[in-house]
C-alpha cells in the first residue's frame, strides 16, 4: 500500500483544514489508518485512528471534539477534518496504515505540513 497525504497549509488559529490521505492498492479497506502528527522537537504522536470500517475511532485528548477522522474506502481515502485549530496543531501530519487500531504501522504516508499562526 502506497500512502499520499494531502491538504496541509497555513491557517489562522480557529480555522479548519481537511487532510486526506489517498491509498493505492486494492487491500486499503483491510486496514485501520491513523493520522499521526510531530511538531518540531516532539515525539510522533497518534492523533487519531479509525478501523478499517470505520464503525471504530479513537482520538489523542489534545484533539476531542476538534478533529474527526473517516474514511471511504470505496475511493481508498481516509480524511482529517480538523476544526478550532491552535498554535499547538502545528505539526507534520502522517497518514498510516496498520492491521488493527492498536497496531504498529506498516506504510506510511510521507507527510503534509499545518501550519497554525496565532
Known amino acids: 500500500v502506497q500512502l499520499q497525504a494531502s491538504g496541509g497549509g497555513l491557517v489562522q488559529a480557529g480555522g479548519s483544514l481537511r487532510l486526506s490521505c489517498a491509498a493505492s492498492g486494492r487491500t486499503f479497506s483491510r486496514y485501520a489508518m491513523t493520522w499521526y502528527r510531530q511538531a518540531p522537537g516532539k515525539e510522533r504522536e497518534s492523533v487519531a485512528v479509525i478501523s478499517w470500517s470505520g464503525g471504530s475511532t479513537y482520538y489523542a485528548d489534545s484533539v476531542k471534539g476538534r478533529f474527526t477522522i473517516s474514511r471511504d474506502n470505496a475511493k481508498n481515502t481516509v480524511y482529517l477534518q480538523m476544526n478550532s485549530l491552535k498554535p499547538e496543531d502545528t505539526a507534520v501530519y502522517y497518514c498510516?496504515?496498520?492491521?488493527?487500531?492498536?497496531?504498529?504501522?506498516?506504510?506510511w504516508g510521507q507527510g503534509t505540513l499545518v501550519t497554525v499562526s496565532s
Open positions: 498510516a496504515a496498520s492491521d488493527t487500531p492498536e497496531a504498529p504501522p506498516h506504510y
